[in-house]
């Protein structure tokens, strides 16, 4: 342990294996589902107390944000320190204190680009949960090509004027606060572009769920209806989203990255593939070409948890995350699709089910999530336009004019 700082940080780690022992609700261990995720926010509904009591302690030391200042709340950990909390998570099993885009994706660039005033406005709020943020950026007519955006935003002087619509809004209905990407010059594009923060509960604020085919509603429409925005609100210079935009993105698919989209409810798919197919004599997955393809999604999943571990490591090495994240992105997306329909088919009839009698929860969570998974083809960026980063950014290749 010499390269972590020697005894001193042996002493952090058992203080931190008390304290987490201490302090973690062992009712936490049950199954996280959807509904009892730690979001947070002043719309949140705390189904579980101690998972509340979980996030107001994490939150105390500034642990949801464990390497930011704590001048802004965070709890101003060492790189070497980190990783001890991580790995006494892991080894606590303990589930996340706090699931924000705030922590994942706006703090981080606020780091960056943000004023003093707007630091200690907006990120002690985030440490603490009680702000739930979303994300505005995609358009009806601005997807893969996000620059193209037209949501309007004019400088009336005192105030900003925010007219327009933003489209796969996550959890839009169920946020305080939204970043937003907007237009401030129509003559140019990218150059045209600012970063807007600002309340979802504003008079013109109109959030409307999408229904997807897997029957949950994740993602929003949302509309601008002359939403005024105070002019503190708008982050870096006007004109200057883009570069803010670009750096969130790549925060967005690190995070994505690392949890690698999830899914499947709580069965492990040997297990479901060895109930449901059966065993052969020596224990063994009796359908030998499942058995082969089952094998290989471990050994890539294996390989991947070790790429993004390094990846992480890198980034806290240097000034944050690279487009090397496209590719993790990409294989994320890639992999959790398969790891669902190779469920689906382990489970056979009984991965067919909808509702009603007959299915488990966790065999009725297959299906759904199953199709959810197509979507992480497209959010956070299409599985094509990180192909076009990785071709662009990480291996130098231009296009043919």
Not at 155 to 167: F, M, P, R, T
Not at 190 to 205: A, K, N, W
Not at 344 to 360: I, N, R
């Amino acid at each position: 342990m010499a390269d972590f700082g020697g005894g001193d940080l042996e002493t952090f780690r058992a203080e931190t294996r008390a304290w987490l022992k201490a302090n973690y609700p062992p009712s936490l261990n049950a199954p996280m589902s959807e509904d009892d995720a730690p979001w947070g926010g002043r719309r949140f509904e705390w189904k579980n107390p101690d998972a509340k009591l979980w996030l107001d302690r994490m939150a105390e030391r500034g642990w949801t944000a464990p390497m930011w200042p704590k001048a802004y709340g965070g709890g101003g950990l060492s790189k070497a320190e980190n990783k001890v909390l991580e790995q006494e998570l892991r080894r606590l099993k303990a589930r996340p204190a706090l699931m924000s885009f705030g922590v994942w994706m706006l703090g981080p660039v606020l780091l960056e680009y943000a004023t003093e005033e707007q630091k200690q406005r907006f990120l002690p709020a985030i440490v603490r949960g009680e702000t739930r943020w979303c994300q505005g950026y995609s358009e009806p007519g601005a997807g893969s090509d996000l620059a193209s955006l037209q949501t309007k935003c004019e400088d009336k002087g005192d105030h900003w004027l925010i007219n327009g619509q933003k489209v796969w809004t996550s959890y839009a209905d169920q946020a305080d606060w939204i970043f937003c990407l907007v237009r401030t010059d129509t003559t140019k594009k990218h150059e045209g572009i600012s970063f807007v923060l600002f309340d979802m509960t504003s008079p013109g604020v109109e959030a409307r769920p999408i229904k997807l085919i897997s029957g949950s509603s994740p993602f929003c429409e949302t509309f601008f209806d002359n939403v005024k925005v105070p002019k503190d609100q708008l982050v870096g210079k006007v004109n200057g989203g883009w570069d803010i935009a670009k750096r969130l993105l790549q925060y967005e698919r690190q995070n994505i990255s690392a949890s690698g989209f999830g899914g499947g409810g709580g069965l492990d798919l040997v297990e479901a593939a060895k109930k449901e197919v059966g065993v052969d004599a020596s224990g063994k997955l009796a359908d030998g070409d499942l058995r082969a393809r089952i094998a290989h999604h471990r050994m890539d999943a294996h390989a991947f948890t070790l790429t993004v571990r390094r990846a992480e490591a890198e980034s806290k090495q240097g000034s944050g995350p690279s487009a090397a994240v496209s590719i993790i992105k990409y294989a994320a997306a890639k992999m959790n699709q398969e790891r669902t329909e190779l469920l689906v088919e382990a489970l056979g009839l009984q991965g067919l089910g909808w509702e009603g009698e007959g299915f488990t929860p966790d065999e009725l969570a297959a299906p759904r999530a199953m199709l959810r998974a197509k979507g992480n083809s497209i959010e956070g960026g299409t599985s094509e336009v990180n192909l076009n980063v990785v071709a662009k950014r990480v291996l130098g290749l231009l296009d043919h004019q």
